[in-house]
């Protein structure tokens, strides 16, 4: 039997997500994407258990996926809370801003992963960590602003895997339309 692995999306909700994006449609977008996100998981053989950790309540998501409400402002301490309540040893975060990602990306990820370790998947600028797969360990979880660097420096084996679904995270104006030149 194959490793059976738990998915936790954050996601900002109630109006708040995407707002750096500055598009007039950011909001559906970013509940677009997290619907995709979640439809992945959902289909994903290695996936046993998929939850979303959010500020806001006003989330559509699909039958079987599992919600927490964090109390702690930011993606990382959100995390840290759900963590704290189910501490899984195999676990992977997605960052739900990702329009491309396919159950392959996952898979390839969780395939990937080191134990005890993290797959990283950075992303395009190879900067930022879009997806992290977790076995048998607990980093510092440090989203943000040069998190792919700062995972890799923690002591802990890793390694990273690069996909075009993991890597095309949509942040800003300049990602969106990077994302649209893709697709013409």
């Not at 500020?55 to 930011?74: C, F, I, N, S």
């Not at 990702?98 to 005890?116: H, S």
């Not at 700062?150 to 995270?169: E, I, T």
Request: charged share 20%; aromatic share 6%; glycine share 8%.
């Amino acid at each position: 039997m194959s490793e059976r692995w738990t998915a936790v999306l954050p996601f900002k909700g109630n109006g708040l997500s995407k707002t750096r994006l500055s598009l007039p449609e950011a909001r559906v977008l970013a509940q677009q994407w997290l619907t995709r996100a979640l439809q992945e998981c959902l289909r994903a053989p290695s996936i046993e258990s998929t939850w979303v950790v959010s500020l806001g309540d006003q989330l559509q998501l699909p039958e079987g996926v599992g919600w927490m409400r964090q109390a702690g402002l930011g993606l990382n301490e959100g995390l840290r809370e759900w963590y704290s309540l189910h501490r899984p040893a195999r676990w992977l975060v997605i960052l739900p801003d990702l329009p491309g990602l396919a159950v392959e990306d996952l898979e390839a990820l969780l395939e990937n992963c080191p134990g005890p370790g993290l797959a990283l998947a950075p992303d395009r600028h190879q900067k930022g960590c879009n997806a992290l797969a977790v076995r048998e360990c607990q980093p510092e979880l440090v989203f943000g602003m040069d998190s792919l660097r700062r995972f890799q420096s923690q002591g802990l084996d890793f390694s990273v895997v690069k996909r075009p679904g993991l890597a095309n995270d949509v942040d800003t104006l300049e990602d969106w339309n990077c994302l649209a030149c893709q697709h013409r």
